[in-house]
């Protein structure tokens, strides 16, 4: 008996943004690298298009990491002494994007400058093809003086710069604007606040396909259906055709995951929690592939084996 | 070209045809006062056009009785022909934008009887005692006032008998007794002797309504012989040093001696009231010989010194929703020790007399229209319904509106800042003061008005934020973060500047954001949009007017035509005045608290939501205001 699917079509669709730029655009990268464009839920692709895949960045650091799991910086070795080794490192791993994570201060606590920042953005943008993300270290003075430096220095290349909050996007933004990239806006887990900050940060002129979404995420077991309700929720509002809510969305799973010690540590935890390497691996896995559910557009990761494991995820998920 | 005239200064320039009149008046070398810079916003440029045709470009801030009587605005009005144009003294413009706006007088909607009330007077001759009638003072007085008045039964407390003979004696055996007939508990009575005074006094009977806000308290002085208010005094709650809002009230009366103290508090501000407007009619407080109290529970709780702690816990219940009169020496309030006191009727924990007084005076149940009231108050409470439904709710919208958890906030009284307007080019400010003095600080409807203006000039994103790259001095680094300077330190009575800081802009958009939501889900729990609401009423402790297109251009008032908007000041104190003075408003008052359902917002998810989205200028989901969205240009 022929069993007819049915289709549901939606009015929406979501900004097809790129990320990057080619020397043909303007910029130095090997390939650009597009994401959203979707008018369906995630991989209902009997119902619509998902032109793009879900993108996944690997995150690096601009220092040896001080506060990681030893089984991250095992499975990258030496690398992490150098962004741009660690940069090249993620691309081989099969990264679509880098993002490079500033730093407060560098080695010997001296605050980091803008001409750390500059001379950093610049040894990752030449080590890797790849389309980079660079963030500031989280610190209002800080990541308004760093990010402008970036923006300069990666004039032209389509970089994300993040991350731009309700009480400090401004300066960010302007950077955006001035020299031809995007930003990356982080809200707290809310559908509401989320539309908010789209709305000042398009208010500034900065045109919504060089915005993209961060409405915050959580670790399983930590959170994560809240959030994945959120994400949810936005990406239904960006398919009935809220316009404000039409933007990819970018979460940061490895972040989340490796927080928590179910990933992080092996030692002083349940014995039936079973083998580390195993759980922690997962767990960054389950994180990721839960939110790419929920509408994720890009997903940050650490691990590198749990980048192979989200990419066949994604590749069969796109298998007609 | 034409020639435009300008009168009184019979100053003349010749323009183009389409000239705007305020170019041509600068041109002329004529003043014209020009607040929101030409934008037609604030309706301070009007002139009069005496002769000749202009075209008015926009009208927005002129009736149309303004228009037939030649008004248009300068910065909008394009001159057509030769003209002759007056430019009026600006306090005749104050004076037209204000009458516009004025709440309404204090008249009762319903004829007053003097006659039917409980508290009366009667004047009384005795026949003097002598050897052949030996009757007592007392027995001789209840026998005349049974004899003369058919009131029978009289009673009286020992401390009435002891101003007994004096008074007889002193008005040589005419006296005046003021009696209570029956109180709302005892409607069979017995009647009691409250006063009784040497002579004849029938000239005047004082009482007073007031009204507890957890904010503000409100006293109105009353004749009940010609059952007017005479006289109005308002103040800050002295338990607002203890703390905001009701919550954290009741915590601090379960401490230790928290409640006498809290007690004694709000005596503290009445009494001062009291004798405020009893020394304004050159009376003594004892002179006047009852209270009708409104309030919200918490408030009436306090004032009457029962212990609120219930209110506070699960299941969420009262001590008393109506606590039964008493005579005011119990409590310490500074009327006669005599005179009785009455607590209208609460509903619920959290909707209380206050609300069912504004629902009773704002007319709320007397109309087939489907009615949205509105308290704007510390609590937030509002009331959907018609004659035949009512639904309520408390949003909890914090002190912002009442001018308190602000720094330069201050209730609205002389010397407040009661609109501002902001230049969008220059962002300088300009603005109008409550008895045309020096501000010494920002009202509540100041302060809607303030964050509108900021928000539409761009001062503010719609966040909220201030944006400190404008390049004007007024907005600066502060003591308190971000601000904006209202008035300079030379400009005002305190020889300070006048500053709006971010965190002032912060409760401001919770407290709008709390009432905005309340208003959304109430409507939507009775199946509702807020399009279908045909009158709204607004209630509470502004000046003598809030700005309706200001409180909509914010996204605390929804966006509808102005005329279904009706502010009528502090309804819950008006309420006491109505149940103060007639029977019926008594008896109306509960069968509203009856006829009320309420909705526990703290129950009710999508407060939550709402309240998000609420919390931007003026709300995350523009469409929900289209006027505002063709003001920024969204539309
Ligand atoms: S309306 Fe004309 S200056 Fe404001």
């Not at chain 2, 030409?38 to 002769?51: D, F, I, N, Y």
């Not at chain 2, 002085?221 to 009701?246: C, F, K, P, S």
């Not at chain 2, 305190?494 to 800081?501: K, P």
Request: hydrophobic residues 45%; proline residues 6%.
């Amino acid at each position: 008996m022929p069993v007819e699917i049915p289709v549901e079509q939606w009015p929406g669709r979501v900004i097809e943004e790129t990320l990057g730029a080619t020397p043909a655009e303007g910029g130095t990268r090997s390939r650009v690298v597009k994401v959203g464009g979707e008018n369906t839920l995630p991989f209902m692709l009997t119902d619509g298009e998902m032109p793009n895949p879900p993108r996944i960045a690997i995150e690096i650091l601009d220092q040896r990491p001080k506060d990681w799991s030893p089984l991250l910086l095992e499975a990258w070795g030496d690398v992490v002494d150098d962004p741009a080794k660690w940069a090249k490192a993620a691309e081989e791993a099969g990264a679509d994007l880098v993002l490079l994570q500033l730093s407060l201060t560098r080695d010997g606590g001296k605050p980091t400058t803008a001409a750390d920042a500059k001379a950093l953005t610049r040894a990752v943008l030449q080590a890797t093809g790849l389309p980079i993300l660079v963030f500031g270290p989280g610190q209002v003075d800080a990541d308004n003086e760093l990010l402008v430096a970036v923006a300069e220095e990666a004039a032209g290349e389509r970089i994300v710069l993040g991350i731009c909050e309700e009480k400090n996007y401004r300066t960010i933004v302007a950077a955006a604007l001035a020299n031809g990239h995007l930003v990356n806006g982080r809200t707290a887990m809310d559908v509401n606040l989320a539309k908010q900050l789209n709305i000042l940060i398009a208010d500034m002129g900065l045109p919504l396909d060089r915005i993209i979404m961060d409405p915050t995420t959580a670790s399983l077991g930590y959170g994560i259906e809240y959030g994945y309700s959120v994400m949810e929720r936005l990406r239904l509002a960006a398919l009935q055709g809220d316009k404000m809510t039409q933007l990819p969305m970018l979460v940061t799973p490895g972040f989340e995951a490796w927080r928590q010690k179910e990933a992080k540590v092996g030692e002083g935890v349940p014995a039936s929690w079973g083998d580390w390497r195993q759980r922690a691996v997962l767990w960054e896995t389950l994180t990721a592939t839960n939110l790419i559910l929920s509408g994720a557009d890009i997903v940050v990761l650490r691990h590198p084996e749990t980048v192979k494991r989200v990419r066949a995820f994604i590749d069969r998920m796109m298998a007609k | 070209m034409v020639t435009v005239v300008f009168r009184p200064e019979e100053k003349r320039v010749e323009v183009p045809p389409g000239t705007l009149l305020s170019d041509a008046a600068r041109l002329a070398g004529v003043d014209i006062l020009m607040p929101c810079g030409g934008q037609g916003r604030c309706g301070r440029c009007a002139v009069v056009v005496e002769s000749g045709s202009v075209r008015r470009r926009s009208t927005q801030r002129l009736t149309p009785d303004d228009i037939a009587a030649g008004y248009a605005l300068a910065c909008q009005t394009l001159v057509e022909s030769d003209v002759v144009v007056f430019v009026p003294p600006q306090e005749r413009i104050e004076r037209r934008i204000k009458e516009t706006k004025r709440a309404a007088k204090i008249e009762l909607p319903f004829p007053y009887d003097r006659h039917d009330q409980p508290l009366r007077k009667f004047a009384v001759t005795l026949e003097p005692p002598s050897l052949a009638d030996q009757t007592d003072d007392w027995s001789r007085l209840q026998r005349e006032m049974a004899r003369r008045y058919g009131i029978r039964n009289l009673q009286a407390s020992l401390p009435v008998l002891r101003k007994l003979p004096r008074a007889l004696r002193e008005g040589d055996w005419t006296v005046t007794a003021v009696v209570e007939l029956d109180a709302w508990d005892r409607p069979e009575g017995p009647p009691r002797l409250i006063d009784v005074l040497p002579g004849e006094h029938l000239e005047s009977l004082w009482a007073v309504a007031i009204d507890i806000g957890t904010t503000s308290n409100v006293v109105w002085l009353v004749d009940l012989m010609r059952g007017q208010v005479i006289a109005q005094a308002a103040d800050y709650n002295g338990q607002i040093a203890r703390g905001e809002d009701v919550i954290s009230r009741i915590i601090y009366a379960s401490k230790g001696n928290g409640l006498q103290e809290l007690q004694e508090l709000v005596m503290g501000t009445l009494n001062r009231l009291i004798a405020q407007v009893a020394a304004e009619q050159n009376i003594r407080p004892d002179e006047i010989y009852k209270a009708t109290v409104a309030g919200n529970t918490t408030m009436i709780h306090l004032f009457a010194g029962i212990p609120p702690e219930s209110i506070r816990l699960m299941p969420f219940i009262p001590v008393v929703n109506q606590v039964p009169t008493f005579p005011a020496r119990e409590i310490g309030l500074g009327i006669n020790p005599e005179g009785t006191v009455d607590c209208l009727p609460g509903i619920a924990s959290y909707v209380g007399a206050d609300i069912t007084a504004g629902v009773l005076s704002s007319g709320l149940c007397d109309s087939d229209e489907l009615t949205l009231f509105i308290d704007v108050g510390t609590n937030g409470e509002m009331v959907l319904g018609d004659c035949s439904w009512l639904i309520s709710c408390a949003c909890s919208a914090g002190p912002a509106f009442e001018g308190a958890g602000v720094v330069h906030g201050m209730r609205a009284t002389a010397g407040a800042i009661e609109e501002v307007w902001i230049n969008p080019e220059t962002y300088e400010a300009t603005y109008k003061v409550i008895g045309d003095e020096r501000p010494r600080g920002i009202c509540g409807s100041g302060l809607i008005s303030l964050l509108a203006e900021m928000f539409i000039t761009g001062v503010v994103d719609k966040s909220g934020n201030i944006n400190l790259d404008l390049p004007t001095k007024r907005v600066r680094r502060g003591e308190h973060g971000p601000e904006y300077v209202v008035a300079w330190a030379d400009e005002t009575a305190t020889g300070r500047d006048i500053v709006i800081t971010a965190v002032d802009i912060d409760n401001l958009m919770r407290a709008k954001a709390a009432i905005y939501a309340g208003f959304s889900v109430l409507a939507r729990s009775v199946g509702l949009t807020l399009q279908d609401v045909q009158r709204v009423l607004i209630g509470g402790a502004f000046g003598q007017y809030i700005n309706v297109e200001k409180a909509i251009q914010i996204g605390m008032l929804p966006d509808m035509p102005y005329d279904r908007f009706h502010f009528l000041g502090n309804t819950s104190v008006r309420g006491a005045y109505y149940a103060l003075v007639s029977r019926e408003m008594r008896r109306r008052v509960t069968e509203v608290g009856r006829m009320m359902t309420y909705l526990e917002l703290s129950a009710d998810n999508t407060f939550f939501d709402e309240f998000n989205a609420a919390l931007f200028l003026p709300h995350t989901d523009l469409s929900q205001f289209p006027s505002v969205a063709a003001l920024v240009g969204e539309g």
